[in-house]
């Protein structure tokens, strides 16, 4: 009945948040000159997630939030030219390669043709577009949806467009709180990969038991064999 | 013919462009401080305009290019709690209500159940998604887009996606460049409504000849008027 593989893209597909424990190790560093050893990554964690409701998640919204950490933290002492180096990391982020994982090319393939293939990402419009193009892969998706929030409500509204039945649709990602949980909600089978490092806002989640209707794969590249056991019913 | 009526938003159905020259003004008075009557606004634009790549359009690439300008129009010497101030204008832009233009309820009410409606709007999709919550207009609609650019190939692949043939489409807004030039190029009808404030980046137009397939009307309020000529055929 399979008919449907959806992915999610930042640190599914590609590296993504190993770009964001660069950066947030340069910002450390700039801040500790500053003011010594404050917790700055649970300052800039608390200013992230209160800004979330404004910012949303992306690139853009996190180099704000850089910004605003190091004046508060500071004390309104940092220096213009350490504010200049932190929108520089941003756009040194923004044009970052595309990394993709180990296996991505071979896995995407393997599928193609057999299913029809879907990104389904969240964060910055412009910036997830820039990186699809970017990633060599737009050409095999038959579809993408880049969306503000990956909750349950969100899922219907992309199954729905698409007319795709629970049962035909299989939600391939790293985060178990946005890729596997409001799926499975959904009657909708799941596979989670997690990536080394997970955003604690994301609540890595890679140890906990999965909900029914959920696989668990160490590497995208065991994705094929998984898929091929759907289908025949073995699992 | 006609079915569908669809919609730019940002100063077609609500306020936007006077909230940037709003936040303009502030920083201008900030930065004049500093350096006196340097050109400001022209510092900026062009910050904004080199950064469009990266950045995309929306308030937080906007609030990311105030920094930026700031920083160098003041030779590094702005202080971090006025950089700070920043911050809080591109939060309090974030957060301000989404104000309707003169009329729109009414011009919506009144197209609502005739035609299919329809948003098409560029920038930052969780701003955008917000604004159109916030607008109380969300139910109205049968569809809403929200796109990193509005060209000739971005408003091909909606009308496509929606099974739209170009003349059944009326497209409705306030920039010639983005609204009216890339749908009439698809044969696709379209009706300028200028705003009174256009950002440069919208090469305003508001008097420039329209090309075959588009009108131009002075307020939103006059929209059912026109749609029923255009359906009469006596346009």
């Given at each position: 009945m399979l008919s449907t593989i959806a992915f999610d893209a930042d640190d599914t597909l590609w590296h993504n948040e190993t770009l964001f424990s660069v950066t947030q190790a340069q910002f450390r560093e700039i801040l500790q000159r500053y003011?010594?050893?404050?917790?700055i990554d649970a300052r800039l964690y608390e200013t992230e997630v209160r800004n979330l409701r404004l910012f949303g998640y992306g690139i853009k919204g996190f180099t704000l939030s850089m910004i605003e950490t190091a004046i508060d933290v500071s004390g309104q002492q940092i220096a213009a030219h350490d504010i200049r180096r932190l929108i520089d990391f941003g756009k040194a982020m923004l044009e970052h390669p595309v990394e993709l994982l180990d296996g991505v090319e071979a896995v995407i393939a393997a599928l193609k043709g057999r299913f029809r293939l879907m990104v389904i990402t969240k964060g910055d419009l412009f910036d997830q577009e820039s990186k699809i193009a970017r990633s060599?892969?737009?050409?095999?998706?038959?579809a993408v949806e880049i969306v503000a929030e990956k909750d349950e409500a969100t899922y219907r509204q992309i199954f729905e467009r698409h007319a795709l039945?629970?049962?035909t649709v299989l939600m391939v990602g790293?985060?178990?709180?946005?890729?596997?949980l409001p799926v499975t909600a959904l009657g909708v089978r799941a596979v989670h990969i997690p990536y080394h490092v997970t955003w604690a806002h994301e609540q890595a989640g890679g140890d906990r038991p999965l909900p029914p209707g959920a696989h668990r794969l160490e590497?995208?590249?065991d994705l094929p064999a998984l898929v091929d056991k759907l289908v025949s019913g073995a699992s």
């Open positions: 003011v010594g050893d404050a917790d060599g892969l737009a050409d095999h998706f038959d039945a629970a049962d790293n985060s178990v709180r946005s890729d596997i590497r995208i590249a």
